[in-house]
């Protein structure tokens, strides 16, 4: 079986190459930094959706806009995205409650 080299080449562009960096000590405030930046990020990124889906509704019920599927697509982002920040909030309450009870 023959693959297009076309293809190979856009999947490499597609993925760039990230360069290793060793670290030879992490502390506590980098490994809670990145990990609330990564809460921020799928907080902005919900807020925003839910936002952009708003504005397509009313667009589309005043009668501006004709793209129903867009905008019922954008919906279901948004929708999408607020169940994942509920699942990650009761992920991380339950790990928080579960350090909490081991004894030390």
């Known amino acids: 079986m023959r693959i297009d080299n076309s293809f190979i080449t856009a999947a490499r562009l597609a993925t760039p190459v990230q360069p290793i960096t060793n670290k030879t000590e992490e502390t506590s405030d980098d490994i809670t930094g990145g990990?609330?930046?990564v809460l921020d990020d799928l907080w902005d990124a919900s807020r925003e959706t839910?936002?952009?889906?708003?504005a397509e509704?009313?667009?589309l019920v005043i009668g501006e806009q004709d793209d129903l599927p867009g905008m019922l697509v954008t919906g279901e982002k948004s929708s999408i995205l607020f169940e994942l920040n509920l699942n990650v909030r009761a992920k991380?309450?339950?790990?928080y409650n579960e350090v909490m009870r081991t004894s030390v």
């Open 92 to 95: 991380v309450i339950d790990a």
């Open 50 to 54: 839910s936002a952009v889906s708003r």
């Open 57 to 59: 509704t009313a667009k």
């Open 35 to 37: 990990f609330k930046k």
